[in-house]
T-cell receptor, first 113, second 112 residues
Framework: NAGVTQTPKFQVLKTGQSMTLQCAQD?????MSWYRQDPGMGLRLIHY???????DQGEVPNGYNVSRSTTEDFPLRLLSAAPSQTSVYFC????????????FGNGTRLTVT | GENVEQHPSTLSVQEGDSAVIKCTYS??????FPWYKQELGKRPQLIID?????GEKKDQRIAVTLNKTAKHFSLHITETQPEDSAVYFC???????????FGGGTRVLVKP
């Protein structure tokens, strides 16, 4: 098993550009989520999904869209990048939706200039 | 929503000493409390977790305690080693869904 795979590892965008961060898991996990990590602020939940076709907002959803067309994939779309979205983004999944351990991907470091 | 406070933000200990990190949470409905370790440039990895029906859990040199009445939980690392140097995050979540709220993190430095 590859676990949780995120691409790309690094990305630089100009303000106003759009892009998609990819996340895939091969563990047949029901639950998938996106977090952003900023210095001194821990990890904050952006969006999450409890199964294919079902998504919901987390703590900081503005400026981001998600979809879950398959169990394996959970892409995060930045619609119009802003400098405030400069961060490290982590995708995480778990086998069940009821507080089972999260497995994190290796992260994507995004810089918006 | 849930709010998780974590202290201290940095902790320096001598190798072999113990380290204690404390977290408080605000939502009494939270019932799942995991701890994650993140080494520099790496992803967070689960090191131990506890559910609200248990007061204490231990795994080798790591232990977690939970006080539901006071709404706080702590991570204890005994006999610290240089490889324990990392950032540690606490989190709190509820049974309905896996939405975890994380604390701000504690940077632990173990000096040889």
């Amino acid at each position: 098993n590859a676990g949780v795979t995120q691409t790309p590892k690094f990305q630089v965008l100009k303000t106003g550009q759009s892009m998609t961060l990819q996340c895939a898991q091969d563990m047949n996990h029901e639950y998938m989520s996106w977090y952003r990590q900023d210095p001194g602020m821990g990890l904050r939940l952006i969006h999450y999904s409890v199964g294919a076709g079902i998504t919901d907002q987390g703590e900081v959803p503005n400026g981001y869209n998600v979809s879950r067309s398959t169990t394996e994939d959970f892409p995060l779309r930045l619609l119009s990048a802003a400098p405030s979205q400069t961060s490290v983004y982590f995708c995480a999944s778990s086998y069940r939706v009821d507080n089972s351990p999260l497995h994190f991907g290796n992260g994507t470091r995004l810089t918006v200039t | 929503g849930e709010n998780v406070e974590q202290h201290p933000s940095t902790l320096s200990v001598q190798e072999g000493d113990s380290a204690v990190i404390k977290c408080t949470y605000s939502d009494s409905a939270s019932n799942y409390f995991p701890w994650y370790k993140q080494e520099l440039g790496k992803r967070p990895q689960l090191i131990i977790d506890i559910r609200s029906n248990v007061g204490e859990k231990k795994d080798q040199r790591i232990a977690v305690t939970l006080n539901k009445t006071a709404k706080h939980f702590s991570l204890h690392i005994t006999e610290t080693q240089p490889e324990d140097s990392a950032v540690y995050f606490c989190a709190a979540g509820k049974a309905a869904g896996n939405k975890l709220t994380f604390g701000g993190g504690t940077r632990v430095l173990v000096k040889p």
